[in-house]
Protein backbone atom coordinates (compact mmCIF):
# COMPACT_ATOMS: atom_id res chain seq x y z
CA UNK A 1 0.00 0.00 0.00
CA UNK A 2 1.32 3.52 -1.13
CA UNK A 3 2.19 5.74 2.08
CA UNK A 4 0.53 9.04 2.45
CA UNK A 5 2.95 11.77 1.04
CA UNK A 6 3.47 14.29 4.94
CA UNK A 7 3.49 17.83 4.66
CA UNK A 8 5.25 18.65 8.35
CA UNK A 9 6.23 22.13 10.07
CA UNK A 10 6.45 23.65 13.64
CA UNK A 11 7.21 26.86 15.47
CA UNK A 12 10.51 26.96 17.43
CA UNK A 13 8.57 25.10 20.34
CA UNK A 14 7.84 21.80 18.56
CA UNK A 15 11.07 21.74 16.48
CA UNK A 16 12.69 19.15 18.00
CA UNK A 17 9.93 16.85 17.66
CA UNK A 18 9.47 17.81 14.42
CA UNK A 19 13.30 16.40 13.51
CA UNK A 20 12.22 13.56 15.56
CA UNK A 21 9.32 12.54 13.54
CA UNK A 22 10.28 13.62 10.12
CA UNK A 23 13.20 11.20 10.44
CA UNK A 24 11.20 8.35 12.05
CA UNK A 25 8.75 8.94 9.09
CA UNK A 26 11.17 9.05 6.29
CA UNK A 27 12.95 5.70 7.70
CA UNK A 28 9.23 4.25 7.45
CA UNK A 29 9.29 5.56 3.94
CA UNK A 30 7.52 8.07 3.55
CA UNK A 31 7.68 11.25 1.67
CA UNK A 32 7.96 14.74 4.20
CA UNK A 33 8.39 18.21 3.07
CA UNK A 34 9.20 20.04 5.76
CA UNK A 35 7.82 23.52 5.50
CA UNK A 36 10.30 25.01 8.67
CA UNK A 37 11.56 26.17 10.88
CA UNK A 38 15.18 25.35 11.12
CA UNK A 39 16.21 25.42 14.87
CA UNK A 40 14.34 26.50 17.69
CA UNK A 41 15.38 30.20 17.70
CA UNK A 42 12.01 31.98 18.36
CA UNK A 43 9.33 32.58 15.18
CA UNK A 44 6.10 32.70 14.58
CA UNK A 45 3.50 29.53 14.20
CA UNK A 46 0.95 30.84 11.83
CA UNK A 47 3.84 31.59 9.32
CA UNK A 48 5.05 27.93 9.33
CA UNK A 49 1.57 25.74 10.16
CA UNK A 50 -0.90 27.64 7.41
CA UNK A 51 1.98 27.05 4.65
CA UNK A 52 1.40 23.24 5.69
CA UNK A 53 -2.41 23.38 6.05
CA UNK A 54 -2.64 25.44 2.58
CA UNK A 55 -0.27 22.22 0.76
CA UNK A 56 -2.74 19.54 1.96
CA UNK A 57 -6.00 21.71 0.87
CA UNK A 58 -4.81 21.87 -2.14
CA UNK A 59 -4.18 17.83 -2.46
CA UNK A 60 -0.08 18.05 -2.65
CA UNK A 61 0.25 16.27 0.42
CA UNK A 62 -2.64 13.60 1.95
CA UNK A 63 -1.64 14.57 5.42
CA UNK A 64 0.40 16.94 7.34
CA UNK A 65 1.65 17.29 10.62
CA UNK A 66 1.90 20.79 12.89
CA UNK A 67 4.20 20.87 16.21
CA UNK A 68 4.62 23.45 18.88
CA UNK A 69 4.48 23.81 22.30
CA UNK A 70 0.48 22.84 22.92
CA UNK A 71 -0.45 22.28 19.79
CA UNK A 72 -3.47 24.58 20.32
CA UNK A 73 -2.30 27.67 18.13
CA UNK A 74 -1.24 25.51 15.62
CA UNK A 75 -4.66 23.64 15.25
CA UNK A 76 -6.29 26.91 15.37
CA UNK A 77 -4.27 28.46 11.95
CA UNK A 78 -4.63 25.06 9.98
CA UNK A 79 -8.36 24.73 11.08
CA UNK A 80 -8.49 28.49 9.58
CA UNK A 81 -7.97 26.75 6.13
CA UNK A 82 -11.13 25.77 4.11
CA UNK A 83 -10.50 21.80 3.60
CA UNK A 84 -8.51 20.94 6.53
CA UNK A 85 -9.89 19.28 9.37
CA UNK A 86 -7.16 19.70 12.41
CA UNK A 87 -6.96 17.44 15.65
CA UNK A 88 -4.69 17.59 18.30
CA UNK A 89 -3.22 14.39 19.61
CA UNK A 90 -2.76 14.29 23.19
CA UNK A 91 -3.39 10.23 23.32
CA UNK A 92 -3.20 7.28 21.53
CA UNK A 93 -7.16 7.69 21.53
CA UNK A 94 -7.17 10.82 20.29
CA UNK A 95 -5.27 9.93 17.24
CA UNK A 96 -8.13 7.18 16.58
CA UNK A 97 -10.86 9.64 16.86
CA UNK A 98 -9.25 12.22 15.18
CA UNK A 99 -8.77 10.13 12.25
CA UNK A 100 -12.09 7.47 12.42
CA UNK A 101 -14.45 10.17 13.18
CA UNK A 102 -13.29 13.07 11.86
CA UNK A 103 -11.31 12.35 8.69
CA UNK A 104 -8.44 14.45 10.17
CA UNK A 105 -6.15 15.11 7.19
CA UNK A 106 -3.55 17.28 9.49
CA UNK A 107 -3.01 16.62 13.12
CA UNK A 108 -1.54 19.00 15.92
CA UNK A 109 1.01 18.05 18.77
CA UNK A 110 2.40 20.22 21.36
CA UNK A 111 6.21 19.25 22.39
CA UNK A 112 5.48 20.47 25.87
CA UNK A 113 2.24 18.62 26.63
CA UNK A 114 3.69 14.82 25.57
CA UNK A 115 6.99 12.71 26.34
CA UNK A 116 8.38 11.95 22.54
CA UNK A 117 7.77 8.47 22.51
CA UNK A 118 3.90 9.27 23.06
CA UNK A 119 4.43 11.72 20.36
CA UNK A 120 5.87 9.64 17.61
CA UNK A 121 3.10 6.95 18.67
CA UNK A 122 0.72 9.39 18.07
CA UNK A 123 1.60 9.89 14.80
CA UNK A 124 2.03 6.38 13.70
CA UNK A 125 -1.53 5.12 15.06
CA UNK A 126 -2.80 8.56 13.04
CA UNK A 127 -1.60 7.22 10.01
CA UNK A 128 -2.77 3.73 10.41
CA UNK A 129 -6.24 4.87 11.52
CA UNK A 130 -8.97 4.48 8.68
CA UNK A 131 -12.15 7.49 8.36
CA UNK A 132 -15.13 5.03 9.33
CA UNK A 133 -17.92 6.89 7.18
CA UNK A 134 -20.69 6.00 7.98
CA UNK A 135 -22.56 8.05 10.39
CA UNK A 136 -19.22 10.14 10.71
CA UNK A 137 -19.52 11.16 7.21
CA UNK A 138 -22.52 13.78 7.85
CA UNK A 139 -21.12 15.77 10.11
CA UNK A 140 -17.90 15.65 8.13
CA UNK A 141 -20.46 17.06 5.08
CA UNK A 142 -21.74 19.39 7.67
CA UNK A 143 -18.24 20.72 8.82
CA UNK A 144 -16.97 21.08 4.96
CA UNK A 145 -20.60 23.20 4.45
CA UNK A 146 -19.53 26.00 7.30
Known amino acids: MKKPAIAIGSD ?13 LQAEGYVVRDFGTDSDAPCDYPDLVRPVAEAVARGEFERGIVLGGSGNGE ?9 VRCVIGWSEQTAIWGRAHNDANVLSIGERTVPLELALKIV ?15 RIQKIDQA
Open 12 to 24: HAGFHYKEAIKAR
Open 75 to 83: AIVANRVRG
Open 124 to 138: QIWLATPFEGGRHLA
